[in-house]
């Protein structure tokens, strides 16, 4: 199965920062990546398909980069909304699998 | 609006059967595959089940293979995720996804329902 691992696990962070979370994926998934938001108890929210595409209604502060096996997730400028849980996925191969997820917590 | 529902969790036994279902508007169904996905409580996601558009081919992950059969209705607008021999393991808020653009990418989700395994 592909793995794919997020760092960091958990992060702290104050309103406004530049925040990257990185995931690797342990072969080659071309850009087969995607970003979610889950915030406590609601459903995960796609954020970003495809590596680097902004899914419909998503805020532009919120950007993907990334292809083969290393990509980040980029926050140019947090809000108090974006504290919440982050994981990436893979669509390359099934099963499909999630990273273990980043915790944003404020600082 | 695009929407999934999600019902039919509840607690059982180890060894017994659910059904859980998934009820869609908003969108063209039976254009779209579909996927379940559970989160263990405290724990990370973890995908279960898909389904082609016309329910002809079906994937499962290796944990829950030969225990669950997942499947649709197309004219009710419904998808449903058939599970049996129940395990502890198996505890978990179980959400219905829609793949929105052919990257295995989810959305929406539906809002989730809880099935707890336990004696």
């Known amino acids: 199965d592909m793995q794919m691992t997020q760092s960091p696990s958990s992060l702290s962070a104050s309103v406004g920062d530049r925040v990257t979370i990185t995931c690797r994926a342990s072969?080659?998934?071309?850009?087969?990546l995607n970003w979610y938001q889950q915030k406590p108890g609601k459903a995960p929210k796609l954020l970003i398909y495809?590596?680097?595409s902004l899914q419909s209604g998503v805020p532009s502060r919120f950007s993907g980069s990334g292809s083969g096996t290393d990509f980040t997730l980029t926050i140019s400028s947090l809000q108090p909304e974006d504290f919440a849980t982050y994981y990436c996925?893979?669509?390359?191969?099934?099963?499909?699998?999630f990273g273990q997820g980043t915790r944003l917590e404020i600082k | 609006e695009v929407q999934l529902v999600e019902s039919g969790g509840g607690l059982v036994q180890p060894g017994g059967s659910l059904r859980l279902s998934c009820a869609a508007s908003?969108?063209?169904?039976?254009?779209?595959?579909l996927h379940w996905v559970r989160q263990a409580p405290g724990k990370g996601l973890v995908w279960v089940s898909r389904?082609?558009?016309?329910?002809?081919?079906?994937t499962y992950a290796d944990s829950v293979k030969g225990r669950f059969t997942i499947s649709r209705d197309n004219a009710k607008n419904a998808l449903y995720l058939q599970m049996n021999s129940l395990r502890v393991e198996d505890t978990a808020v179980y959400y219905c996804a829609r793949e929105s653009y052919n990257w295995n990418d989810f959305s929406p989700w539906g809002q989730g329902t809880l099935v707890t395994v336990s004696s």
């Open positions: 495809a590596a680097s």
């Open positions: 908003g969108f063209t169904f039976s254009s779209y595959w």
């Open positions: 996925q893979q669509g390359n191969s099934i099963p499909i699998t």
């Open positions: 389904i082609n558009s016309d329910g002809t081919t079906t």
């Open positions: 072969q080659s998934i071309s850009n087969y």
